[in-house]
């Protein structure tokens, strides 16, 4: 899938964020609930802001709307190991092939070269060789046990780098309704969602309408947990290069998904379209469902069946298909989450938005934080 729209200059796309703005824990580490979060409320029209609690998201529903969220369920998928000649190196695996392969980020970047060998999980027992580099930085690799459930269970979990500590219940990082295992990191836009929030929005007609997109890791998460794991083993590489290539990777450009495997059936696509040709709104929970949602939805606005894989930048200049509403989280500055979400919104709005509401207004941030619906 080629970009859709421009780029523009990552430096456009900043403001102030402190560090105690960034959640460390949910709401239900504190005795609280998912639906405590914040919800800045965008309208596009008049660029007003209302602050209300996510509880209260179903006042902005009507009975014909529909709720598009990505059902995917995180899973541990970073292999630790060596290669031929003793180097430490890691494997961010995603995706798995129809021929039994799998789609892998791998680190160090000098060990990736087609028939590299390793021996990877925790005691080695996984046997891997690179086939060929099917994009930058993605490699195509035979895992041999090759199963997804092997492989999980000796995998580890990636978190992002800004977590200072792993959450206390694995729980915090999944969505109540994620039930298709795969993704490496989390559609956190939906985690504020809880049972009794969901049924009370279908309880006044609105139709839930699940697609998947198995999020890939973003090659700065990764190669982080690889300097963790490479410095408390005490293994050999230049992690000062490494480091470097973190940081580049961190704060030259933005940094876009990955190939990604998505999924929308036949029963959803009618249903998505159904509830639009009724007048009600497709409102769209997370950038992972937008991107899918638009991936299959054409010209004309009607939304396909399909599956495959999709790397879709939705820049400034994109003409949205298939959202009228958008459920998102609060992101950090030149990212491509934010980037996205302008391109829903415009740029100045959203960044107005920002730096007048939600940080002075001491909104948090990122998976564990709050939220915002743009209507």
């Known amino acids: 899938m080629e970009p859709a729209g421009t780029v523009d200059d990552p430096d456009d796309y900043t403001f102030d964020l402190p560090d105690d703005l960034v959640a460390q824990e949910p709401p239900e580490a504190r005795g609280g609930e998912r639906c ?6 965008l309208r596009r029209g008049t660029a007003q802001v209302e602050h209300r609690s996510f509880r209260d998201i179903d006042a902005y529903f ?6 598009v969220l990505n059902n995917a369920r995180v899973v541990p998928t970073l292999l630790h ?32 070269r087609p028939g590299a060998e390793f021996r990877l999980g925790p005691e080695r027992q996984v046997a891997g060789r690179l086939v060929a580099e099917v994009e930058p930085g993605v490699w195509e690799i035979r895992l041999t046990p090759g199963d997804g459930e092997t492989l999980y269970r000796l995998a580890e979990p990636i978190y992002p780098g800004y977590l200072k500590q792993v959450p206390a219940d694995p729980e915090y990082y999944q969505n109540v309704y994620g039930t298709r295992p795969g993704a490496v990191l989390f559609p956190s836009a939906g985690r504020h ?86 007048g009600g709104r497709v409102v769209v929970c997370g950038t992972s469902a937008l991107r899918t949602l638009e991936t299959v939805t054409g010209p004309d606005g009607v939304v396909s069946e399909g599956s495959g894989f999709t790397q879709l930048r939705i820049t400034p200049g994109h003409r949205f298909r298939a959202c009228d509403a958008f459920i998102t989280n609060l992101h950090r500055p030149r990212s491509s989450e ?17 730096r007048r509401e939600l940080v002075p207004g001491a909104y948090r941030f990122h998976e564990f934080g709050d939220s915002m619906l743009i209507v």
């Open 338 to 354: 934010l980037l996205l979400t302008s391109a829903f919104t415009g740029r100045e709005p959203l960044l107005d938005v920002y």
């Open 62 to 67: 009507g009975p014909e709307d529909v709720l």
């Open 193 to 278: 969602f809880t049972p009794a929030v969901l049924d009370r929005l279908q309880d006044t007609g609105v139709a839930v309408a699940e697609v998947t997109l198995l999020i890939a890791a973003r090659s700065h998460h990764f190669v982080r947990e690889l300097f963790r794991k490479r410095v408390a083993e005490g293994g050999a590489g230049d992690v000062a290069a490494e480091d470097r290539v973190d940081r580049a990777a961190r704060t030259e450009g933005f940094d876009f998904p990955r190939a990604e495997r998505y999924e929308v059936a036949a029963p959803v696509a009618e249903a998505i379209n159904e509830r639009r040709a009724r």
């Open 81 to 112: 190991g060596e290669d031929a000649e003793g180097r430490v190196v890691a494997v961010s695996i995603h995706s798995p092939r129809p021929d039994g392969g799998w789609y892998c980020l791998v680190a160090p970047a000098a060990v990736c």
């Open 36 to 41: 405590d979060a914040r919800l800045a409320v």
